[in-house]
């Protein structure tokens, strides 16, 4: 069955520093790769997409890769802030044009001072 | 705030009571959508519905009823539920399908706690 997976455990990491998240996936083949934020008790809201034939993609601080190959992708927050910390929900979808996104259970992100 | 609207955000019900879930969407989307989200557990698809029609039902028990009286409204209904369907209840809208692999806009959530 489609199984996605990320980091399990939570992130730490220093304000400044440039925190990486990992979404990897098996039998599936997607043809898009969403990434979301989500605040504890509110809904996820989108970040950025990424086409099965980018290899990667850029908005502001923010930066995604999708290896097809590898079946993995790279989420990456540059000059990370305190107002970073949240979780963040890889999602995959395919070409069918159902709307449906099959999601990982996400990776906590806190950033210290 | 996203231009998809939930109410109430929580809730609380017996297992022989009967209540609703409301969605609103002021983005102008064609689809609209429910997730449940469990503690622990990835968000789970569980009704697709396009220019109100629904295309999907991912295998969701009929304690669960959805209603779409229009693009811009989602209902889901709720009766007879278990102590386990206590979760939150994401709705989420988008311009189509996915044929430009569409993001989804989604609401705060309703918070359910089913004792």
């Known amino acids: 069955s489609q199984k996605i997976e990320q980091n399990s455990e939570a992130l730490n990491i220093q304000e400044g520093k440039t925190a990486t998240l990992t979404c990897n996936y098996t039998?599936?083949?997607?043809?898009?790769l969403q990434w979301y934020r989500q605040d504890p008790g509110r809904g996820p809201v989108f970040l950025l997409l990424i086409r099965e034939n980018e290899k990667e993609k850029r908005k502001e601080r923010l930066k995604v890769t999708f290896d097809t190959t590898l079946k993995q992708s790279l989420f990456h927050i540059t000059a990370s802030q305190p107002a970073d910390s949240a979780t963040y929900l890889c999602?995959?979808?395919?070409?069918?044009?159902?709307?449906?996104?099959?999601f990982g259970q996400g990776t906590t992100l806190q950033v210290k001072p | 705030e996203t231009g998809v609207t939930q109410t109430p955000r929580h809730l609380v019900m017996g297992m022989t009571n009967k209540k609703s879930l409301k969605c609103e969407q002021h983005l102008g989307h064609n689809a609209m959508y429910w997730y449940k989200q469990s503690a622990k557990k990835p968000l789970e698809l569980m009704f697709v519905?396009?220019?109100?029609?629904?295309?999907e039902n991912n295998s969701v028990p009929s304690r669960f009823s959805p209603e779409c009286p229009n693009s811009s409204h989602l209902f889901l209904h709720l009766h007879t539920l278990q102590p386990e369907d206590s979760a939150l209840y994401l709705c989420?809208?988008?311009?189509?399908?996915?044929?430009?692999?569409?993001?989804?806009?989604f609401g705060q959530g309703t918070r359910l706690t089913v004792v």
């Open positions: 999602a995959l979808s395919g070409s069918s044009n159902t709307g449906k996104l099959i």
């Open positions: 039998n599936y083949s997607p043809a898009y």
């Open positions: 519905y396009n220019f109100k029609e629904q295309t």
């Open positions: 989420a809208s988008s311009q189509g399908l996915g044929d430009a692999g569409t993001e989804a806009f």
